[in-house]
């Protein structure tokens, strides 16, 4: 296995916000995100200003899930913001066979000192039948489509969709299709969306399957948010006792999908 760690670690980018079809106007992904009330947002200060570092869902009004590599650089007493309101942060937990700068176990979980009451929770989705679905994400770091890769950042949330193409292990993998094969608000994450969620429906809930740690470059010749890009998210069903038992039992929603009950 050491030789697969090594291989990912050099082919891979930090998945950060939303890249879109060049083919698609971009109001449509603003436009979807609108109904977002799950997310929050981790800034920093680069040169003086305020810069999107990454992004996290709440599975509790007092509990996030994000990347270990996001969480890598905040600590108890920093804030998040949900809404433009910012919350302090209690605790910060990486997964504990998480290493920096390298990709597997790449979870972590945010405790908040003050509930969010106005989120909507999203649910932890531990059933194994991920590949095949449609899922959502959303962010706000830097954007661009699948021809010209990144082109900057303006701040603004946005949703896109992809197909699970595959769900393995720790992760669940997107590929960044275009023309046929691309659904309509296909995309992928960029730079500032990692820790965000992929999310699916299911019996009229909204179920988390995944959150934003790597995209692997080399089917593209290294160019970072192009079409043909796998995006690697970890997988929220493979670390599903890890989840519970670091929440230890506090109160979240654990309804699981009807092909897990």
Known sequence: MRWMYFLIFIIALKAHAIVIRHDVADKNYLFAAQTDSSTVTFYGIYKGEKIVEGTGTLIADDWIVTAAHVANYLSPGGKVEFKNTSYKIEKVVCHPRWQDKKYPFDIALIKLFTPIKSATIAKLYFADDEAGQT????????????????????????????????AEEQWIKFEFDQGEDALPLEGISGPGDSGGPAFVSAQNNLYIVGVSSWQDTEPTKWQEARYGVVENYTR????KNWIIETMSGEAFDKDLPSSER
């Open 236 to 239: 929220i069903s493979y670390f």
């Open 135 to 166: 899922a959502t994400f959303l962010g706000r770091g830097d954007t661009g489509n699948g021809i010209q890769g990144i082109t900057g950042a303006d701040g603004h949330m946005r949703l896109a969709e992809n197909k699970i193409i595959a």
